[in-house]
């Protein structure tokens, strides 16, 4: 912010919120303590000379701080917690400590804004990210019920197709008397009430879609191989604006699906990619990147989810479908790499185009 007159920094907490701000003609460092509410800071704020300029790190407590400011008038940056230097022989931490060492990031414009979503986007988020909790718990149900089956020396046979109605009759049909049949049918339950909670959500998520202000980001991502209405939406909500990005390059960086390296020098070591960001995104991405091992194709799901969309998003998608089963031929059959390997590769370059989709106005 151009003329700025006094930085501060914050340190929030549930209950309490620490300040520190420093006056830019004076350099006089000030510090503060208040409750756990937004009114008294943004009064306090207000009182100090303008233009003033604040941040803190984005943490369980959201979004409201920055929201308040916002509404007073006061700029506010929202830093991204994982990027913030801190000394490595820095063995003192206290609230105070932290508010000053955000504070002094901002004076020498060193930290890293994350987007400030609306509470529409901050709703929606957290609608798909409760259905994607409901959907580790059922997993995590399945495999207690498969276990407790393993134990009985009592295996399915027809392993290819587990959780269809075939399979349903045929678990419910299974006699392992006494607490052992007790447990059997808490586990069923247990994962009856999963589903039902898991349709319940997914059906209020294709509710909301159509008049959020993702609607059009997500008809065009579902014109891709692999990504459908839920999938589309969890890129949306996680991603939030496309357009913020200026080249594909920086939203796969934002992803983490970009390679680490160590180099020094002459040398050059790429690793692993670097799993920042959002892991549900990259999950995401990841698996409907195993879509494209198949032929190019356009079927009737594909076609329907395509119907009324330009010429240029669809070409885009055929674009996509050829440019990433060549990935995967090259990667997997001509240099033998490791299909989970070659399946990152090919989410890397699927989110290049989900990127291009969005922007292709």
């Known amino acids: 912010m151009p003329g700025t007159m006094t930085y501060v920094g914050f340190d929030v907490h549930a209950r309490s919120m620490h300040a520190a701000a420093v006056d830019v003609m004076s350099g006089e460092l000030t510090r503060y303590r208040f409750r756990g509410d937004l009114e008294t800071p943004v009064a306090w704020l207000r009182t100090l000379p303008g233009p003033v300029r604040g941040c803190y790190e984005a943490g369980p407590t959201g979004y409201g701080l920055a929201r308040a400011l916002e509404a007073a008038g006061i700029g506010c940056v929202v830093a991204a917690p994982g990027k913030i230097e801190r000394a490595a022989q820095d063995k003192l931490k206290t609230d105070q400590r932290d508010a000053e060492r955000v504070l002094r990031l901002l004076m020498i414009d060193a930290l890293h804004p994350v987007r400030v979503p609306t509470v529409e986007e901050e709703a ?49 049909a299974q006699q392992l008397g006494g607490g052992a049949q007790a447990t059997l049918l808490d586990y069923l339950g247990a994962i009856d009430t999963l589903e039902l909670r898991r349709g319940t959500l997914e059906k209020t998520i294709g509710e909301l879609v159509p008049a959020s202000s993702y609607a059009q980001a997500v008809a065009r991502l579902r014109c891709l191989r692999g990504i459908d209405t839920l999938s589309a939406a969890g890129l949306c909500a996680e991603i939030g604006d496309f357009t913020r990005f200026e080249r594909p390059g920086k939203l796969m960086s934002y992803v983490g699906l970009v390679p680490s390296e160590n180099s020094s020098g002459e040398s050059r070591r790429q690793g692993p990619i670097t799993k920042t960001g959002s892991r549900h995104a990259r999950r ?44 995967w ?22 989110t290049g185009f989900c990127w291009a989709l969005a922007r292709a106005d």
């Open 329 to 350: 031929q090259r990667l997997a059959e001509q240099r033998g790499k490791r299909r989970t390997i070659v399946a990152v590769a090919v989410a890397r370059e699927l």
């Open 124 to 172: 929606l988020r957290d609608l798909i990210r409760a259905r994607e909790d409901v959907r580790g718990d059922l997993m995590r149900a399945r495999q207690r019920l498969s276990k407790l089956l393993l134990r009985h020396d009592i295996l399915y046979e027809d392993s290819a197709s587990t959780w269809t109605q075939r399979h349903r009759s045929w678990l419910r």
């Open 284 to 327: 995401l991405l990841v698996e409907a990147s195993w879509h494209y091992r198949k032929t190019p194709s356009r079927g009737i799901t594909l076609q329907r989810r395509q119907d009324g969309q330009p010429a240029n998003i669809i070409a885009i998608s055929w674009q996509a479908q050829q440019r990433l089963h060549r990935v």
